[in-house]
């Protein structure tokens, strides 16, 4: 048993001393297999059907099409009359997270009528195990605030999603953790604050939260730097970066940390079998804790944390956001269940949204190695403006403003799905060439290698 596992064990025995063990109540189903119920096979296909096409082709009428116009700035010459017919009509999406087009899927939108199991929000789900994260020094520390050396030593990404941080926000604020942010990806700077607090200079910069202060310490009777957590997005979803897995597994044996990451990005999308950003790196097996959303490539809503089922019960009991919540309903949590059935099953769907990846990089040249595509523009009006011409052109690509960025960092993010098509990346090329530089893929990528 790791050490992880006795401290949680340790955790779970002291909530039920106190009698505050939570578990849920479980659900009293027919057999889930269609052999015993026949009405539960889910019928698949071996390529593209017609109604995968309204996951990214939608109607927009002229009223709401003006509407869309009118909130994005313009010059003179791009203004609307009153009179004036802007059209409206087919308007191609690359600005949603429906990667696998499931979201139109039969069998995903029958399946409304069936059993399932509950679960909480993606966003949710990072704050409810941070939160079960921060609580396991204040179980252990016999009913005191635990000391400085007592607390448990979060390392986390600079760019991790906000959930993220709201988590580790919020463990802090039951005085159970510290932070420690280190710059984006790089695993240098992770390395050094594995070893030994840096000094305050050498703190990453630009953070999207801030950095605690030399005078805080790692370490102490209960929890070391061999033994804090490490949470942190498996793909970014601003940049499309993926975070360095076989480095960061490298660093997780040298210094024996738990690894969590947030998959939301990746679930589904990457992998043989959609198993995420660590089937494609190999590295199942070194993954701790994974968490992810059904919001996404499911097309469907809702969270998950993939762990113990040691975890599962200490989440239970001191994750809030999930204690607080009230689950999904029922038939959104069978779509999902149905979305998760025909992902594994028609795999078409992977190689098409990598297909369009491929394309996308060659007739841009641009370096980006999964769906998500980041075009930095920089002011926020220039941005504003780029999303305008896009909609013009028949393209619903949003602008990313602070403070989901950076100011002078404003971006279009574009994101791609296996239900468009190689005319859509063309006219999609095309229409972008204004903003598209063509720094040089770099071909040695794990993942480029895998297109």
Request: glycine share 6%.
């Amino acid at each position: 048993m790791s050490l992880w596992d006795r401290w949680v064990d340790a955790a779970l025995s002291e909530l039920s001393s106190k009698k505050l063990l939570r578990s849920t109540r479980p659900i009293s189903l027919p057999s889930l297999t269609p052999a015993a119920n026949p009405s539960l096979e889910i019928e698949t296909f071996d390529g593209p059907g017609p109604w995968d096409r309204s996951s990214v082709e939608v109607q927009i009428d002229e009223p709401t099409f003006r509407e869309w116009l009118s909130e994005l700035p313009f010059d003179g010459v791009e203004g609307i009359g009153e009179d004036e017919n802007v059209g409206g009509g087919k308007m191609l999406l690359f600005s949603g997270n429906d990667y696998l087009g499931l979201s139109s899927h039969p069998a995903v939108r029958s399946a409304a009528a069936k059993d399932c199991v509950l679960c909480p929000t993606g966003f949710a789900a990072n704050l409810a195990f941070m939160t079960a994260l921060g609580s396991i020094s204040s179980l252990l520390s016999l009913r005191r605030t635990p000391s400085d050396d007592e607390r448990v030593a979060i390392f986390s990404d600079a760019l991790n999603h906000a959930s993220i941080i709201d988590g580790i926000r919020l463990a802090e604020k039951q005085q159970g953790t510290k932070v420690f942010v280190y710059r984006h990806c790089d695993m240098a700077h992770l390395d050094s604050l594995l070893y030994v607090l840096p000094a305050k200079d050498d703190q990453a910069t630009d953070m999207a939260y801030p950095p605690i202060s030399q005078s805080d310490l790692i370490g102490g009777e209960f929890f070391t730097k061999r033994s804090s957590p490490l949470l942190l997005c498996s793909l970014f979803s601003m940049d499309g970066d993926f975070a360095p897995l076989p480095e960061l597994v490298a660093l997780r044996r040298k210094h024996g940390f738990l690894l969590a990451i947030d998959d939301a990005h990746a679930t589904l999308v990457c992998g043989e079998s959609g198993g995420g950003a660590a089937e494609i790196y190999e590295c199942e097996d070194e993954v701790d804790i994974c968490i992810g959303t059904l919001s996404k490539a499911a097309g469907c809503n809702g969270g998950f944390i993939a762990c113990s089922n040691t975890w599962k019960q200490l989440i239970q009991s001191r994750g809030r956001a999930f204690i607080f919540s009230t689950s999904l309903a029922v038939p959104i949590a069978a779509a999902s269940h149905a979305a998760i059935s025909v992902a594994r099953k028609e795999k078409w769907r992977r190689s098409a949204i990598w297909s369009r990846v491929k394309e996308f990089n060659s007739l841009t040249r641009l370096s980006i190695t999964s769906p998500i595509i980041s075009l930095v523009i920089g002011s926020e009006e220039a941005a504003l403006r780029a999303s305008r011409h896009m909609l013009r052109s028949g393209f619903h690509v949003t602008a990313i403003r602070p403070p989901t960025v950076a100011p002078n960092s404003c971006r279009l993010r574009i994101t791609l799905t296996a239900a468009h098509t190689t005319e859509d990346i063309k006219r999609l090329a095309a229409a972008l060439s204004p903003w598209i530089s063509a720094p040089v893929l770099d071909h040695s990528s794990p993942i480029v290698s895998k297109l």
